[in-house]
């Protein structure tokens, strides 16, 4: 199943097991499960602590779990972990075998002390660049606690299962039988859904924290960029983020990273975290603004989280990003994660075999179509304008493929659904205002990104496009308040370019600091 390369990787990490484990693979007659054994077998003959046992009685067949001898860890693959998901077998097996996980004692210990019975199971794809953080969450999650059970499903492998599910983005969590959440999750994000006194624990830690002397909000290129300049500089620097590297997370490809060949969005934002975490500054992740409110004269600004707590700063970094634009139309958020989606490689998969629409004609949208058509019977392409706006190169190959059908110059209206799921997709021809409807059981939006302004709005000057108005400096309508990224009026939303106005944004709250007689601490 490994190749030589692979095998040597895994062979090597595995001289870090302390512990013997055992692998208990549940298997049937099928190609599937011929493969896992295979695996299995080659995993067992690289380490003398590993016992592999084939009696297993799952009702998924194939699947095998992961058990510490002596205990009673429930971590079970109802998968072959390959893709995406073979780090998520290395660390598995790893801390299985008793090698520590790069984890905070504080977050194990949270696991540790849960109480009650926690049945997680989780649908991903090999193919999703978004699932192995959420898995390796959940495997982490199983390792520390006898109390929390933990599968984690193919849903390639196991498409009848997801279809009686209703299952339709990745990765999705149920717990205890019921739906949890949908989309990549930290194992922090996890334990926040299920530990009822987190939220408030937060707040109360927040609250205490001193005045910072330039407040970072946001995680993504920009707001690290931001702060690594800032902790430069020796001041008291705070980051506050709802997740570490923001949009990048949820890119496949960068290839325009200059100095970089090429990388991903998870590998980009991993390195993002890990760089800040190499000065002093004080990252509260998992917290969302819900609020600025300025400094008065020689006074402090004040950021309000959602979860009550108030940061106090003497400047304040903007640097929130964006999110995916919307179509905003009936139907949409109805049949959000149940047919409608945003991220083709991670649910692409679940539409295996079945006509899917993709909504927009930019770079964006036209690859998105094309990654498709390669899963799916057939791709329809909605684009608003005349003429598609992606890159003469994309749209020769998208024009190649037999199975994609373009339609240009048209208005989706609708998303039509059956109460469960996506069945179908209205739209209008708008030179002849004909109506028309399509059948389908997916539609992937590609319009386009909102910034994230809300919380400011009436505090900050925005533009009509939500976007925070910045001049060459970075700095807002707001003495004090600087903006970086995705999130402001700069033109051409890239990394490369985010992560230069974050460094602009920090040198000029620093000169402000100076100027202002705030000196840092």
């Given at each position: 199943?490994?190749?030589?390369?692979?095998?040597?990787?895994?062979?090597?990490?595995?001289?870090?097991?302390?512990?013997?484990?055992?692998?208990?693979?549940?298997?049937?007659?099928?190609?599937s499960?011929?493969?896992?054994r295979?695996?299995?077998?080659?995993?067992q003959?690289?380490?003398?602590?590993?016992?592999?046992?084939?009696?297993?009685?799952?009702?998924?067949?194939?699947?095998f779990?992961?058990?510490?001898?002596?205990?009673?860890?429930?971590?079970?693959?109802?998968?072959?972990?390959?893709?995406?998901?073979?780090?998520?077998?290395?660390?598995?097996?790893?801390?299985?075998?008793?090698?520590?996980?790069?984890?905070?004692e504080?977050?194990?210990?949270?696991?540790?002390?849960l109480?009650g019975?926690?049945?997680?199971?989780?649908?991903?794809?090999?193919s999703?660049h978004?699932?192995?953080?959420?898995?390796?969450?959940?495997?982490?999650?199983?390792?520390?606690?006898p109390?929390?059970?933990?599968?984690?499903?193919?849903?390639?492998?196991?498409?009848?299962?997801?279809?009686?599910?209703?299952?339709?983005?990745?990765?999705?969590?149920?717990?205890?039988?019921?739906?949890?959440?949908?989309?990549?999750?930290?194992?922090?994000?996890?334990?926040?859904?299920?530990?009822?006194?987190?939220?408030?624990?937060?707040?109360?830690?927040?609250?205490?924290?001193?005045?910072?002397?330039?407040?970072?909000?946001?995680?993504?290129?920009?707001?690290?960029?931001?702060?690594?300049?800032?902790?430069?500089?020796?001041?008291?620097?705070?980051?506050?983020?709802?997740?570490?590297g923001?949009?990048?997370?949820?890119?496949?490809?960068?290839?325009?990273?200059?100095?970089?060949?090429?990388?991903?969005?998870?590998?980009?934002?991993?390195?993002?975290?890990?760089?800040?975490?190499?000065?002093?500054?004080?990252?509260?992740?998992?917290?969302?603004?819900s609020?600025?409110?300025?400094?008065?004269?020689?006074?402090?600004?004040?950021?309000?989280?959602?979860?009550?707590?108030?940061?106090?700063?003497?400047?304040?970094?903007?640097?929130?990003?964006?999110?995916?634009?919307?179509?905003?139309?009936?139907?949409?958020?109805?049949?959000?994660?149940?047919?409608?989606?945003?991220?083709?490689?991670?649910?692409?998969?679940?539409?295996?075999?079945?006509?899917?629409?993709?909504?927009?004609?930019?770079?964006?949208?036209?690859?998105?179509?094309?990654?498709?058509?390669?899963?799916?019977?057939?791709?329809?392409?909605?684009?608003?304008?005349?003429?598609?706006?992606?890159?003469?190169?994309?749209?020769?190959?998208?024009h190649?493929?037999?199975?994609?059908?373009?339609?240009?110059?048209?208005?989706?209206?609708e998303v039509?659904?059956?109460?469960?799921?996506?069945s179908?997709?209205?739209?209008?021809?708008?030179a002849?205002?004909?109506?028309?409807?399509?059948?389908?059981?997916?539609?992937?939006?590609?319009?386009?990104?909102?910034?994230?302004?809300?919380?400011v709005?009436?505090?900050?000057?925005?533009?009509?496009?939500?976007?925070?108005?910045?001049?060459?400096?970075?700095?807002?309508?707001?003495?004090?308040?600087?903006?970086?990224?995705?999130?402001?009026?700069?033109?051409?939303?890239?990394?490369?370019?985010?992560?230069?106005?974050g460094?602009?944004?920090s040198?000029?709250?620093?000169?402000?600091?100076?100027?202002?007689?705030?000196?840092?601490?």
């Amino acid at each position: 199943m490994l190749d030589q390369e692979l095998a040597t990787q895994l062979k090597a990490y595995l001289e870090r097991v302390t512990q013997p484990f055992e692998l208990v693979a549940s298997l049937d007659d099928s190609q599937s499960s011929a493969e896992l054994r295979g695996l299995l077998e080659q995993i067992q003959g690289m380490s003398d602590k590993i016992t592999l046992r084939t009696d297993g009685n799952d009702a998924r067949k194939p699947s095998f779990t992961l058990q510490r001898l002596g205990t009673s860890t429930q971590l079970r693959f109802a998968a072959i972990p390959l893709g995406h998901e073979f780090t998520s077998l290395v660390l598995a097996l790893l801390w299985t075998g008793g090698h520590p996980p790069k984890v905070e004692e504080d977050t194990l210990q949270q696991i540790r002390n849960l109480q009650g019975d926690y049945n997680f199971e989780c649908y991903m794809s090999l193919s999703c660049h978004s699932c192995p953080e959420t898995v390796q969450s959940l495997s982490l999650m199983a390792i520390q606690n006898p109390n929390i059970k933990v599968t984690i499903i193919d849903g390639a492998l196991y498409q009848k299962e997801v279809e009686e599910r209703q299952v339709m983005g990745v990765p999705t969590v149920y717990l205890n039988g019921d739906m949890l959440a949908n989309g990549r999750m930290t194992v922090e994000e996890l334990l926040a859904k299920v530990d009822s006194g987190a939220a408030a624990r937060d707040a109360e830690k927040l609250n205490a924290k001193e005045a910072f002397d330039v407040l970072v909000v946001g995680g993504g290129p920009a707001g690290a960029a931001a702060a690594i300049y800032a902790a430069r500089k020796g001041i008291r620097t705070g980051v506050v983020a709802e997740r570490f590297g923001g949009q990048v997370m949820d890119t496949l490809a960068i290839e325009n990273f200059i100095s970089v060949k090429a990388t991903d969005g998870p590998k980009l934002g991993a390195a993002l975290e890990e760089h800040v975490k190499d000065y002093d500054v004080d990252i509260m992740a998992l917290q969302r603004a819900s609020s600025l409110k300025p400094a008065t004269e020689g006074g402090l600004a004040e950021v309000t989280l959602e979860n009550g707590a108030v940061l106090k700063a003497k400047s304040v970094i903007l640097a929130t990003g964006a999110r995916w634009r919307e179509m905003n139309i009936p139907g949409e958020a109805q049949y959000k994660t149940k047919g409608v989606a945003f991220c083709p490689h991670c649910d692409g998969p679940l539409f295996k075999g079945k006509k899917v629409a993709v909504i927009g004609g930019g770079n964006s949208g036209v690859e998105a179509a094309i990654d498709l058509a390669g899963v799916v019977e057939h791709v329809t392409l909605f684009e608003f304008m005349p003429e598609l706006k992606a890159d003469s190169v994309l749209q020769k190959k998208l024009h190649s493929l037999p199975n994609v059908t373009v339609l240009k110059n048209v208005q989706t209206t609708e998303v039509v659904g059956d109460g469960q799921k996506v069945s179908a997709l209205r739209y209008k021809d708008r030179a002849t205002e004909e109506a028309h409807e399509l059948e389908l059981a997916g539609i992937f939006v590609q319009i386009g990104l909102l910034p994230n302004t809300d919380f400011v709005k009436g505090t900050v000057e925005l533009n009509r496009m939500g976007e925070i108005v910045v001049d060459a400096r970075g700095a807002t309508s707001v003495p004090g308040v600087f903006a970086a990224g995705d999130c402001t009026t700069v033109p051409y939303k890239q990394i490369i370019i985010a992560m230069g106005e974050g460094a602009k944004a920090s040198l000029s709250a620093f000169d402000h600091l100076i100027r202002s007689g705030a000196p840092a601490h």
